[in-house]
């Protein structure tokens, strides 16, 4: 087809007028079919503007729908939008979306077709049997079945497809910190802004459109004598030439949390494309903490309920003015209005402006008057009072309006009815403020009765609200408003200069208003029960009569009623249905809406994509990854990394083609037979200094240290109050007052948390201080029987047996770089650690192995560290203790010194009755019968390999590797008075329905007496 | 090694190995090129590794102690104890308030074991003096964008109206810590960004990351 003819097919297009760009022609596709649009369009004028009357099907019946709204309250056009696997997007609303070329856009439900669909013919059938709670009351049996069921109706309801490859896009977050906040850039929210700016504070104002202005995008109001827009416009250009000032278009105010902390998604190039320009982000999640916040979010108007208001055509009243002025669109050729108010008159008014047929406007008050009935008379347009649309008729767009006289409190019918025919009928039930965001911090709107809708709510933040959402109706009266409520809250934010800014004059300042008239639900000949059905609900096929029969079985909460019966639950959250089915719940069971109140209004105000949630906060960003000093050369050195805690630890070196049992059989014979290398730059090191700093490690640590000297380091083991071993490491003392203490690896940040906590809050007496140094020092771990001889080629100090003795620490050159040496042992061989300022890390990383090439010299990680150490016993905490764990269930009581003065931290809590039982779980060593079975850690231990299930558990495997040097495997388990049944066997049954027999040993399985490592 | 208050001091410079040139960033490439960002030709934001400087953190809860620690920092360094989130400057040096009883100081590495003796040869009794050099590096993020990328890593108001020349915070930054102080503000703005030498690749690719959008120039990484 050519442009030509694709104008062409525009055929509710006017010629002129609107906030397009006629220059601009924009192609997109609407499930297949190739449709024009322009530049300033949303997807859904531009299906309108092409006669597209059915944009989906409904969720549980599969009936048509077409576009009712113009907005964010859009139950229908709900699109699959994007081109590519990378970037479909599910659930758009076409009333949000702005059109861009080559848009590729499909109903997301409709199956095969939303032109064809089987549930349509499903609900044609079955409508009448499908009640609320229909799924739970008939898919449940047989319960097994459910999955099977459940594939079926999403397949047949679902909404949309989620992406099956990672998104393409860039999403980011961003904190904002504005003065005054305003939500909403309608004629309040511009007010609101421009006062609270002139004031000097910080301004941030966000509006959900494409472009500021609210409810003056389609107005035909003059403000200053000028057309509302070009008011707009000098508003926007001061708003913008003020470096204070911060906006924000496409961006929804989804979420207001306590202490004004509110969340904005701004959708920054959605309006350009279906993935971001190269380089920019798509979704912005702005995090703003404001002083004070202007709400001025306006309203959402109501539809009447009225039997198949569901047909295509079918539109809200404001929507339809909203299609004729902002985008040049009529959305039909015959019009009928169906109003309880004067505001359903103004789509009368522009749809005869615009040159097309207004059959009637249907007004349920006997006798209305004043400015809007003037106006349609001054047309010829045809009124008819005291009468309602009770039904509307036709199939996939509505042929023809069933309108009946009504009482006065259009409660019932009171006459003959009339068809007429037309193709779009608009409703007008009134407005109901967008109380949304003012109720998210726990506040409960209100309802008034004046405005015939709730408004918000007392609030306890410095909250002001404006315009509209408060129910003001008179232009100047919403002008005002803002002015009032951005003056005010800048003066609360600190900022008390007048602004000096007097509200505009308005064209509509004379206007006489006619009251309006209370209505929901439109009576019909029939009772709701057995009329055709009467939707509120249109996302989710909730109909009057389904309401009114979940009353009757007993629903009498609002919250019953909506759970039962879905009503608010899609992704519109009943923006339009909401007031009227709390209307038809007060009214069935015989209360106020006042009474029945509203559900809870949570964040988010609309449904936000999950990268805005997510952020930068994916991929490399998603957890941050620590690396030691030295990463560079395990880097080039071919490691493979584990993450602990958040560290990236090389956790063993292949060479070639080796595996991973290869290479750490290779790496532990190595350290036995010569010597090997080990990062230990992980361990957390916090530097203690002060009078009183020994004292402080004798309360936090379970065993003593009051006799340890400047020179000599000690094991340590830390425990909770509960008394359960929480951390360990070596400490030296480094001076009298003066120590140096490691903690595990990832215990680092809680064992600083835990010595600050005790001391500014328990022991603030005490004069010691605690920094740490885990960053700054890199730690080298040399160990094997030729550690010593490696180290004496880097040092002139005296690192001899005579001279540095096991457990004492020296200073030293290493390598041209000054050191602390500690002599301690994690392998049970040899071993020194040896520290330096991380800088100067990566040198003596390579002298040491320049030095260490004649001893074999060889870089071990952190798989061959744990089998080496678990040949000796030594325990890692997180691995063989989880909590739970007493010092003396690991059978390391030596480390419990219960005669210090001042007590120390778990002593109570590891001496309660049940952490003496004899029978706990104790750490003990496993050695399997058959040397080369190797235990899967984790393994639950009995006694009895033949008991019956559920059998008798009595412990768990915590460590278990194949040793190399020992030629077999070794394990260490906590085994239920294990160390009382040394030499006893215990036996595990594994999944694959095989038991390992084993028995109950040491924990040191090599070297008993320690002499490798004193040598 | 020299002791006083028994208290091991350590000259921990080497004058064997120059540090002042190794980058403290190993891996810190983003998966997209951030100075290749066709949407801008020209950067707005540049990143700069610092050389390692010396770092002592000064630590003292007493008024007396805290008066004698400023006392010996005006002699010897010529800059005073700073005041709350704030920092004081003078040539190679400068001091930023941390905590209330917490300053990191910042001079040339060579200097640091001098300046630790110096001041402990002033102040005694409940203080403590660390050399933590190793243990952070420096960034310098700055031009026309770099607000904005602060924005996008940290809750707190870096906004000039609260967040001054000369002011420094300790704050969350992404998902890791870090301490920034305002150098600049203004078109030109340049903040450092002091970063647990551990976390320094993350921040790295963190701020690449956040700059995309702009453009942006580095220098080193």
Redesign the interface.
């Given at each position: 087809m050519t442009q030509a003819q694709l104008k062409i097919q525009q055929r509710n297009r006017l010629t002129t007028g609107g906030r397009i760009n006629r220059e601009k022609p924009l192609m997109f596709t609407f499930a297949g079919r190739r449709l024009m649009g322009y530049e300033g369009d949303t997807v859904a004028s531009a299906l309108l503007a092409n006669g597209v009357d059915i944009v989906g099907r409904s969720f549980k019946y599969g009936r048509p729908r077409g576009i009712m709204t113009a907005g964010v309250e859009e139950p229908n056009a709900v699109l699959q939008i994007g081109g590519t696997k990378g970037t479909t997007i599910p659930n758009v609303k076409a009333t949000e979306q702005m059109l861009y070329n080559k848009l590729a856009c499909r109903p997301v439900n409709g199956w095969p077709s939303a032109e064809f669909d089987l549930m349509g013919v499903f609900g044609r059938i079955g409508g009448e049997l499908m009640t609320p709670g229909f799924y739970y009351k008939t898919f449940m049996w047989p319960k097994s079945q459910w999955e099977t069921y459940e594939k079926f109706i999403r397949k047949a309801a679902g909404l949309g497809n989620s992406p099956e490859v990672p998104d393409v896009d860039?999403y980011?977050?961003?904190?904002?910190?504005a003065d005054v906040l305003v939500v909403g850039a309608g004629p309040a929210g511009l007010t609101a802004a421009l006062s609270a700016a002139r004031s000097g504070s910080?301004v941030l104002i966000a509006d959900e459109q494409h472009e500021f202005g609210g409810s003056l995008l389609f107005s035909n109001e003059t403000i200053d004598g000028k057309p509302a827009m070009q008011w707009v416009m000098g508003v926007v250009e001061e708003l913008r030439a003020n470096p204070r000032v911060t906006m924000l278009d496409h961006a929804t105010v989804n979420g207001y949390h306590d202490h004004n902390f509110l969340t904005i998604s701004e959708r920054c190039t959605d309006y350009l494309g279906d993935h971001a320009?190269?380089?920019?982000?798509r979704h912005r999640m702005h995090?703003v903490?404001a002083g004070s916040v202007v709400l001025a979010t306006g309203a959402h108007e109501r539809p009447l309920v009225f039997a198949n208001n569901d047909i295509p055509g079918c539109m809200v009243a404001s929507s339809v003015s909203h299609y004729i002025n902002r985008f040049a669109v009529v959305p039909g050729e015959r019009l009928v209005v169906m109003t309880c108010n004067d505001g359903g008159y103004q789509c009368a008014l522009d749809w005869h402006d615009a040159g097309r047929t207004v059959v009637a406007i249907v007004d349920s008050r006997k006798a209305p008057d004043g400015t809007s009935v003037e106006q349609a008379a001054e047309r010829g347009i045809k009124v008819i009072t005291g009468s309602a649309v009770i039904e509307a008729q036709g199939k996939k767009r509505v042929h023809a309006a069933l309108v009946t006289p009504v009482n006065a409190a259009a409660s019932f019918v009171t006459g003959d009815c009339q068809y007429l025919y037309c193709d779009t009928i608009a409703s007008s039930g009134g407005w109901s403020p967008a109380v949304h965001l003012s109720c998210h911090t726990g506040s409960r709107p209100v309802w008034s009765q004046e405005v015939l809708g709730f408004v918000p709510g007392l609030t306890t933040e410095q909250r002001w609200t404006a315009g509209v959402l408060t129910g003001k109706v008179s232009l100047s009266d919403v002008l005002s408003d803002g002015i009032t409520a951005g003056t005010d809250a800048a003066n609360a934010a600190g900022f008390t200069g007048a602004s000096g800014y007097v509200a505009p004059s308005v064209s509509t300042d004379n206007q006489v208003v006619c009251d309006a008239q209370e209505m929901y639900l439109l009576p019909h000949t029939k009772p709701s029960s057995r009329a055709p059905k009467q939707f509120v609900d249109m996302q989710n096929d909730v109909t009057a009569a389904g309401i009114e029969m979940s009353t009757r079985e007993g629903f009498e909460s609002i919250e019953h009623v909506k759970r039962y019966t879905a009503l608010g639950f899609g992704t519109d959250q009943g923006k339009t249905g909401n007031i009227n089915g709390m209307a038809i719940v007060a009214k069935a069971l015989g209360k106020t809406i006042e009474q029945t109140g509203t559900t809870v209004f949570r964040p988010n105000y609309t449904p936000v994509s999950f990268g805005v949630v997510a952020g930068?906060?994916t991929?490399?960003?998603f957890?941050?990854?620590?690396?030691?000093?030295m990463?560079?050369w395990h880097?080039k050195a071919g490691a493979e990394f584990e993450s602990v805690g958040q560290?990236m630890r090389p956790w063993y070196y292949p060479q070639g083609e080796e595996t991973m049992q290869e290479a750490i059989a290779r790496e532990q014979l190595a350290v036995r037979a010569s010597v090997g290398f080990l990062d230990a730059s992980t361990l957390g090191k916090i530097?203690i200094?002060?009078?009183d700093a020994r004292e402080f490690l004798g309360r936090v640590y379970t065993n003593a240290w009051a006799k340890l000297k400047p020179g000599f380091c000690r094991y340590g083991l830390m425990c909770g109050e509960d008394g359960m071993v929480m951390d360990d490491g070596v400490t030296a003392c480094?001076?009298?007052?003066?120590f140096h203490m490691t903690t595990t690896s990832g215990g680092a940040a809680r064992v600083m948390s835990w010595l600050e906590i005790y001391h500014q809050t328990e022991w603030p007496e005490m004069?010691v201080?605690f920094?740490?140094?885990?960053?700054?020092?890199?730690t080298i771990a040399i160990a094997g029987p030729n550690a010593r001889k490696l180290l004496e080629k880097l040092t002139d100090a005296d690192v001899s047996a005579e001279n540095f003795k096991f457990m004492q620490w020296i200073?030293a050159t290493v390598a041209?770089?000054?050191a602390?040496v500690f002599r301690i042992s994690f392998t049970g061989d040899l071993s020194f650690e040896v520290n330096?300022?991380?800088?100067?890390?990566?040198?003596v990383l390579e002298a040491l192995v320049e030095a260490g090439k004649e001893f074999n010299l060889t870089p071990y990680g952190t798989e061959t560290m744990h089998v080496l150490r678990a040949e000796k016993g030594f325990i890692i905490v997180g691995q063989d203790t989880d909590g739970s764990m007493t010092p003396h269930d690991i059978n390391h009581g030596w480390a419990v010194v219960d005669s210090k003065p001042f007590s120390y931290l778990g002593k109570r809590g590891m001496n309660r009755a049940d952490c003496l039982r004899s029978d706990r779980k104790q750490l003990v060593g496993l050695m399997t019968t058959n040397p080369q079975v190797t235990l899967p850690e984790g393994a639950q231990a009995v006694r009895n390999p033949n008991e019956a299930i559920p059998m008798t558990m009595v412990g768990h495997v915590t460590s278990s590797y194949h040793s190399a040097f020992l030629g077999r495997t070794i394990a260490m388990g906590v085994i239920k008075d294990g160390l009382n049944r040394m030499g006893e066997k215990v036996y595990f049954p594994l999944r694959d329905g095989t038991t390992v027999e084993a028995v109950i040993c040491s924990t040191v399985f090599l070297d008993p007496d320690g002499a490798r490592q004193k040598v | 090694m020299s002791e006083s208050d028994n208290i091991v001091v350590m000259d921990q410079f080497s004058k064997n190995i120059d540090a002042s040139t190794a980058s403290v960033v190993h891996t810190g490439q983003l998966n997209v090129d951030a100075s290749d960002n066709g949407a801008n030709s020209k950067a707005h934001v540049r990143l700069a590794e610092q050389p390692v400087a010396g770092l002592l953190m000064l630590r003292a809860s007493s008024e007396e102690q805290m008066a004698a620690l400023g006392a010996a920092l005006q002699t010897h360094c010529g800059v005073a104890l700073a005041s709350r989130l704030a920092s004081n400057t003078s040539g190679d040096y400068c001091v930023r308030w941390m905590s209330p009883d917490a300053w990191l100081l910042s001079c040339p590495l060579s200097d640091a074991f001098s300046i630790e003796q110096k001041l402990r040869g002033v102040v005694s009794g409940h203080v403590a003096i660390v050399q933590i050099s190793g243990g952070y590096s420096v960034f310098e993020l700055s031009g026309a964008k770099a607000l904005e990328v602060l924005q996008k890593s940290s809750g707190y108001d870096t906004h000039p109206d609260n967040f001054p020349v000369g002011k420094v915070v300790n704050t969350t930054f992404a998902k890791a810590q870090i301490t920034i102080r305002a150098v600049q503000t203004g078109d030109e703005a340049s903040y450092e960004l002091i970063v647990r030498r551990s976390f320094s690749d993350y921040i790295w690719i963190w701020l690449q990351r956040a700059s995309y959008e702009y453009g942006l120039d580095s220098v080193g990484g």
């Amino acid at each position: 087809m050519t442009q030509a003819q694709l104008k062409i097919q525009q055929r509710n297009r006017l010629t002129t007028g609107g906030r397009i760009n006629r220059e601009k022609p924009l192609m997109f596709t609407f499930a297949g079919r190739r449709l024009m649009g322009y530049e300033g369009d949303t997807v859904a004028s531009a299906l309108l503007a092409n006669g597209v009357d059915i944009v989906g099907r409904s969720f549980k019946y599969g009936r048509p729908r077409g576009i009712m709204t113009a907005g964010v309250e859009e139950p229908n056009a709900v699109l699959q939008i994007g081109g590519t696997k990378g970037t479909t997007i599910p659930n758009v609303k076409a009333t949000e979306q702005m059109l861009y070329n080559k848009l590729a856009c499909r109903p997301v439900n409709g199956w095969p077709s939303a032109e064809f669909d089987l549930m349509g013919v499903f609900g044609r059938i079955g409508g009448e049997l499908m009640t609320p709670g229909f799924y739970y009351k008939t898919f449940m049996w047989p319960k097994s079945q459910w999955e099977t069921y459940e594939k079926f109706i999403r397949k047949a309801a679902g909404l949309g497809n989620s992406p099956e490859v990672p998104d393409v896009d860039l999403y980011d977050h961003m904190n904002r910190h504005a003065d005054v906040l305003v939500v909403g850039a309608g004629p309040a929210g511009l007010t609101a802004a421009l006062s609270a700016a002139r004031s000097g504070s910080r301004v941030l104002i966000a509006d959900e459109q494409h472009e500021f202005g609210g409810s003056l995008l389609f107005s035909n109001e003059t403000i200053d004598g000028k057309p509302a827009m070009q008011w707009v416009m000098g508003v926007v250009e001061e708003l913008r030439a003020n470096p204070r000032v911060t906006m924000l278009d496409h961006a929804t105010v989804n979420g207001y949390h306590d202490h004004n902390f509110l969340t904005i998604s701004e959708r920054c190039t959605d309006y350009l494309g279906d993935h971001a320009p190269r380089g920019k982000v798509r979704h912005r999640m702005h995090k703003v903490r404001a002083g004070s916040v202007v709400l001025a979010t306006g309203a959402h108007e109501r539809p009447l309920v009225f039997a198949n208001n569901d047909i295509p055509g079918c539109m809200v009243a404001s929507s339809v003015s909203h299609y004729i002025n902002r985008f040049a669109v009529v959305p039909g050729e015959r019009l009928v209005v169906m109003t309880c108010n004067d505001g359903g008159y103004q789509c009368a008014l522009d749809w005869h402006d615009a040159g097309r047929t207004v059959v009637a406007i249907v007004d349920s008050r006997k006798a209305p008057d004043g400015t809007s009935v003037e106006q349609a008379a001054e047309r010829g347009i045809k009124v008819i009072t005291g009468s309602a649309v009770i039904e509307a008729q036709g199939k996939k767009r509505v042929h023809a309006a069933l309108v009946t006289p009504v009482n006065a409190a259009a409660s019932f019918v009171t006459g003959d009815c009339q068809y007429l025919y037309c193709d779009t009928i608009a409703s007008s039930g009134g407005w109901s403020p967008a109380v949304h965001l003012s109720c998210h911090t726990g506040s409960r709107p209100v309802w008034s009765q004046e405005v015939l809708g709730f408004v918000p709510g007392l609030t306890t933040e410095q909250r002001w609200t404006a315009g509209v959402l408060t129910g003001k109706v008179s232009l100047s009266d919403v002008l005002s408003d803002g002015i009032t409520a951005g003056t005010d809250a800048a003066n609360a934010a600190g900022f008390t200069g007048a602004s000096g800014y007097v509200a505009p004059s308005v064209s509509t300042d004379n206007q006489v208003v006619c009251d309006a008239q209370e209505m929901y639900l439109l009576p019909h000949t029939k009772p709701s029960s057995r009329a055709p059905k009467q939707f509120v609900d249109m996302q989710n096929d909730v109909t009057a009569a389904g309401i009114e029969m979940s009353t009757r079985e007993g629903f009498e909460s609002i919250e019953h009623v909506k759970r039962y019966t879905a009503l608010g639950f899609g992704t519109d959250q009943g923006k339009t249905g909401n007031i009227n089915g709390m209307a038809i719940v007060a009214k069935a069971l015989g209360k106020t809406i006042e009474q029945t109140g509203t559900t809870v209004f949570r964040p988010n105000y609309t449904p936000v994509s999950f990268g805005v949630v997510a952020g930068a906060h994916t991929r490399e960003l998603f957890d941050p990854q620590r690396f030691t000093a030295m990463h560079e050369w395990h880097l080039k050195a071919g490691a493979e990394f584990e993450s602990v805690g958040q560290w990236m630890r090389p956790w063993y070196y292949p060479q070639g083609e080796e595996t991973m049992q290869e290479a750490i059989a290779r790496e532990q014979l190595a350290v036995r037979a010569s010597v090997g290398f080990l990062d230990a730059s992980t361990l957390g090191k916090i530097d203690i200094q002060g009078k009183d700093a020994r004292e402080f490690l004798g309360r936090v640590y379970t065993n003593a240290w009051a006799k340890l000297k400047p020179g000599f380091c000690r094991y340590g083991l830390m425990c909770g109050e509960d008394g359960m071993v929480m951390d360990d490491g070596v400490t030296a003392c480094l001076a009298e007052n003066h120590f140096h203490m490691t903690t595990t690896s990832g215990g680092a940040a809680r064992v600083m948390s835990w010595l600050e906590i005790y001391h500014q809050t328990e022991w603030p007496e005490m004069e010691v201080f605690f920094n740490s140094v885990t960053d700054h020092w890199a730690t080298i771990a040399i160990a094997g029987p030729n550690a010593r001889k490696l180290l004496e080629k880097l040092t002139d100090a005296d690192v001899s047996a005579e001279n540095f003795k096991f457990m004492q620490w020296i200073d030293a050159t290493v390598a041209g770089v000054p050191a602390r040496v500690f002599r301690i042992s994690f392998t049970g061989d040899l071993s020194f650690e040896v520290n330096v300022a991380s800088h100067y890390a990566l040198a003596v990383l390579e002298a040491l192995v320049e030095a260490g090439k004649e001893f074999n010299l060889t870089p071990y990680g952190t798989e061959t560290m744990h089998v080496l150490r678990a040949e000796k016993g030594f325990i890692i905490v997180g691995q063989d203790t989880d909590g739970s764990m007493t010092p003396h269930d690991i059978n390391h009581g030596w480390a419990v010194v219960d005669s210090k003065p001042f007590s120390y931290l778990g002593k109570r809590g590891m001496n309660r009755a049940d952490c003496l039982r004899s029978d706990r779980k104790q750490l003990v060593g496993l050695m399997t019968t058959n040397p080369q079975v190797t235990l899967p850690e984790g393994a639950q231990a009995v006694r009895n390999p033949n008991e019956a299930i559920p059998m008798t558990m009595v412990g768990h495997v915590t460590s278990s590797y194949h040793s190399a040097f020992l030629g077999r495997t070794i394990a260490m388990g906590v085994i239920k008075d294990g160390l009382n049944r040394m030499g006893e066997k215990v036996y595990f049954p594994l999944r694959d329905g095989t038991t390992v027999e084993a028995v109950i040993c040491s924990t040191v399985f090599l070297d008993p007496d320690g002499a490798r490592q004193k040598v | 090694m020299s002791e006083s208050d028994n208290i091991v001091v350590m000259d921990q410079f080497s004058k064997n190995i120059d540090a002042s040139t190794a980058s403290v960033v190993h891996t810190g490439q983003l998966n997209v090129d951030a100075s290749d960002n066709g949407a801008n030709s020209k950067a707005h934001v540049r990143l700069a590794e610092q050389p390692v400087a010396g770092l002592l953190m000064l630590r003292a809860s007493s008024e007396e102690q805290m008066a004698a620690l400023g006392a010996a920092l005006q002699t010897h360094c010529g800059v005073a104890l700073a005041s709350r989130l704030a920092s004081n400057t003078s040539g190679d040096y400068c001091v930023r308030w941390m905590s209330p009883d917490a300053w990191l100081l910042s001079c040339p590495l060579s200097d640091a074991f001098s300046i630790e003796q110096k001041l402990r040869g002033v102040v005694s009794g409940h203080v403590a003096i660390v050399q933590i050099s190793g243990g952070y590096s420096v960034f310098e993020l700055s031009g026309a964008k770099a607000l904005e990328v602060l924005q996008k890593s940290s809750g707190y108001d870096t906004h000039p109206d609260n967040f001054p020349v000369g002011k420094v915070v300790n704050t969350t930054f992404a998902k890791a810590q870090i301490t920034i102080r305002a150098v600049q503000t203004g078109d030109e703005a340049s903040y450092e960004l002091i970063v647990r030498r551990s976390f320094s690749d993350y921040i790295w690719i963190w701020l690449q990351r956040a700059s995309y959008e702009y453009g942006l120039d580095s220098v080193g990484g």
